[in-house]
T-cell receptor, first 111, second 115 residues
């Protein structure tokens, strides 16, 4: 089945850029997502990218998709302490009717 | 308000007891999902449902039972709770998994402790 992998931890200084990476195995995925989970809360959809796009920008967030390498990344510009959270990459598996989630990357932003 | 509601928010139960976690959504989404979240394991899919009266196993279904008699409700039952089922449980819903930009909508979770 589909496999989605992320590094587990990332630590940055406030004001720096953060880049969270994700690799996946299913090349037929049509939608790829980033979710954010704050402490004690459920996951919230942060952004998505459609498979025919290379890049999507939404304010401080930039999503890059390299379909050849099956690599997805989320860049957060001017990272703030409020960005500290767990970020999950998720990839749609149309045939299975569900998404596959990575294990999440815990982002810590130091003042 | 529209959304997805899980209850209870916190639950402590004893080993061997039956416990039911509730999930209710007002979006009329076709698909509903149950995940458990444990440190070091990310999200693991327990069961999911494509529509009322249609359910399917996920990665870790053993020890759990689900039902979906109505589109809006998807309760998860632990038939005989074990300490290994101590976890945070998340319910999610989606209108068109794999076909839409909306992704999943998640509930706030139920933190279950089995003592």
């Amino acid at each position: 089945g589909e496999d989605v992998e992320q590094s587990l931890f990332l630590s940055v200084r406030e004001g720096d850029s953060s880049v969270i990476n994700c690799t996946y195995t299913d090349s037929s995925s049509t939608y790829l997502y980033w979710y954010k989970q704050e402490p004690g809360a459920g996951l919230q959809l942060l952004t998505y990218i459609f498979s025919n796009m290379d890049m999507k920008q939404d304010q401080r967030l930039t999503v890059l998709l390299n379909k050849k390498d099956k690599h997805l990344s989320l860049r957060i510009a001017d990272t703030q302490t409020g960005d500290s959270a767990i970020y999950f990459c998720a990839v749609d598996n149309t045939n299975a009717g569900k998404s596959t989630f990575g294990d999440g990357t815990t982002l810590t932003v130091k003042p | 308000d529209a959304g997805i509601t899980q209850s209870p928010r916190y639950k402590i139960t004893e080993t061997g007891r039956q416990v039911t976690l509730m999930c209710h959504q007002t979006w009329s989404h076709s698909y509903m999902f149950w995940y458990r979240q444990d440190l070091g394991h990310g999200l693991r899919l327990i069961y999911y449902s494509a529509a009322a009266d249609i359910t399917d196993k996920g990665e870790v279904p053993d020890g759990y039972v689900v039902s979906r008699s109505k589109t809006e409700n998807f309760p998860l039952t632990l038939e005989s709770a074990t300490r290994s089922q101590t976890s945070v449980y998340f319910c999610a819903s989606s209108d068109r998994p794999g076909q839409g930009a909306d992704g999943y909508t998640f509930g706030s979770g139920t933190r279950l402790t089995v003592v």
